[in-house]
């Protein structure tokens, strides 16, 4: 049973900043408990160093922060006890496959720590902007596909082939379990890796990278790469105070689309 690693800080402080805060140490999900704040990261060394930074940073002395380690089935447990389903569009993403539609645009989706559900702002802001995109016969990579709902979801709006791909062996195992519970995508595949390990002649007609903005800024040549000429790429997980920078950093590329919601912003571009 895998225990992740958590920060949780305690008194009157927005959950957007402290996810802002701790951006750069890659937090993989976000829960409200009261009036605590959890924030969850891949590895101890992240959490801890995350940690050190709230402690001798903008939270030094302000409030209670601490580390512990989350059991991600109770987890789970507690946010599908919580979870309904979601519409967006013409998207309903539900929670357990006992609740499913028999509708063609449901998609079952199990909470699993960290790996979107279609309940945060980013996930929704990425499949209103999937459903702007013409996907009909399309070739989509979604990077860092963490549940895989872009993926399917691209394959419900109907995308050809979908792949989703992502460095974490638990987002890929959660993926591909999520891919078994929505047995019409047969055309998505799952595989672990990165955009390195992609040849260029695997460009797709839409990328979709639901990441960090610090990781859109890095990964900004290899994700545009990754868009043949005249595709599209949507990115989200980015605050709007990052806005500027992420959009920099894909100068050559035509920003023809946004959605907003609370502090997050979605980015649709395309490439000449």
């Known amino acids: ?25 890659s937090p993989t999900a976000l ?32 409030l209670q922060v601490r580390a512990l380690d989350v059991d991600d089935e109770d987890w789970a447990r507690r946010s599908q006890e919580n ?16 609740a499913l539609s028999p509708e063609p645009s ?11 559900t279609g309940h945060h702002a980013t996930t929704r802001l990425c499949l209103a902007a999937l459903q702007s995109v013409p996907l009909a016969g399309a070739t989509v990579l979604d990077v860092g596909t963490g549940s895989g709902v872009l993926a399917i979801a691209a394959a419900r709006l109907g995308a050809a082939r979908a792949l989703g791909i992502d460095t974490d062996p638990d987002a890929v ?3 591909r379990e999520n891919l078994a519970l929505n047995p019409d995508a047969r ?15 695997r460009a797709a007609d839409l990328v979709t990278a639901n990441l960090t903005g610090a ?15 005249g595709g599209f790429l949507i990115l989200s997980g980015l605050l709007a105070t990052e806005r500027g920078p992420v959009v920099g950093s894909f100068g050559r590329l035509s920003l023809i689309g946004e959605w907003s919601e609370d502090e997050w912003v979605c980015l649709l571009l395309r490439r000449p």
């Open 106 to 116: 449901s998609i079952v989706i199990q909470p699993s720590m960290g790996f979107g």
């Open 1 to 25: 049973m895998r225990l992740w690693p958590a920060i949780e800080v305690r008194g009157s402080v927005e959950a957007d900043l402290v996810l802002a805060l701790v951006d750069d140490f």
């Open 173 to 175: 195992a959660a993926a």
């Open 83 to 98: 979870l309904r389903p979601v519409t967006i569009g013409r998207l309903t993403i539900y929670p357990e496959p006992s």
């Open 31 to 62: 829960e409200e408990r009261g009036d605590a704040v959890r924030v969850f990261f891949p590895t101890r060394e992240r959490r801890d160093a995350a940690l050190h930074d709230l402690r001798n940073g903008a939270l030094s002395g302000a």
């Open 215 to 229: 990781l859109l800024v890095r990964e900004a040549a290899a994700l545009a790469a990754a868009v043949r000429p």
């Open 187 to 201: 055309n998505v595949a799952i595989e672990s890796g990165d955009l390195a390990d992609l040849a260029t002649e």
